[in-house]
């Protein structure tokens, strides 16, 4: 039987993407398997959810540091001694400095509310409605030393109505990701290298 890839997952809210990632992986034909889920905040919803799917979870609190060095040498140590092979940042809000996203080269997903390279960092809902953009989309990319800058896995595009708000795109938008990041996650570490695009039906 093929030995599973582990993967660690990190947080900062909900973790709704995350859900949907470790739900993935529970498949038995997937190629991973979630080992541990790390918030960079203590109240992070996300940490119950992963609780409650027996994976395990560990907070490296970012308050808790004096600089940002201090605290990604800990969150390295974490990872490291986890076994990890694949970090996912699933709703991860701290900018990871070169130095990390060198220790972990294309070993690094990310999923961005937008259809990159447009709208990169926040504001993304904002800034397609304000664009008047068509349509409004997700990307999930490897992490590289600039923001949202990484090679392009897959995306998802969803249409932009009449009458949208923020929330209401953030809102329906963040479905398509559920389904974007695992499937695109499961192609990665299949070693497809076709970019995937997915459209909301």
């Known amino acids: 039987m093929r030995k599973k890839i582990k ?9 709704s993407n995350m859900l949907a990632l470790i739900n ?12 541990l889920v790390i ?18 979870t560990e907070i490296v609190n970012y308050k808790k540091y004096s600089c940002r060095q201090e605290f990604e040498e800990t969150l390295k140590k974490s990872i ?3 076994g990890a092979e694949i ?26 509310p937008s259809i990159l390279p447009l709208f990169k960092g926040l504001n993304s809902h904002a800034n397609a409605l304000s664009s008047g953009m068509a349509v409004h989309g ?13 090679k392009i896995l897959g995306q998802g595009i ?11 795109l953030a809102k329906r938008l ?18 497809v290298s076709e970019k995937i695009v997915l459209f909301d039906a």
């Not at 993935?24 to 080992?35: G, L, N, S, V």
Request: some cysteine; proline content about 5%; aromatic content about 6%.
């Open 7 to 15: 993967v660690t997952i990190l947080i900062s809210g909900n973790g």
């Open 24 to 35: 993935d992986m529970m498949e038995k034909d997937h190629p991973a398997e979630p080992i």
């Open 39 to 56: 918030s960079d905040r203590p109240d992070a919803k996300g940490l119950k959810l992963a609780k409650s799917k027996n994976i395990k």
């Open 80 to 82: 490291s001694s986890s």
């Open 87 to 112: 970090i996912c940042l699933a709703g991860f809000m701290r900018i990871l400095s070169p130095s990390f996203v060198n220790t972990f080269k294309n070993h690094i997903l990310n999923i961005h």
């Open 138 to 150: 997700a990307t999930v990319h490897l992490v590289s030393e600039e923001l949202d800058d990484g």
């Open 158 to 168: 969803i249409k932009i109505f009449k009458g949208d708000t923020e929330t209401i």
């Open 174 to 191: 963040l479905k398509l990701e559920h389904k974007l990041y695992p499937l695109v996650l499961r192609k990665f570490l299949e070693s």
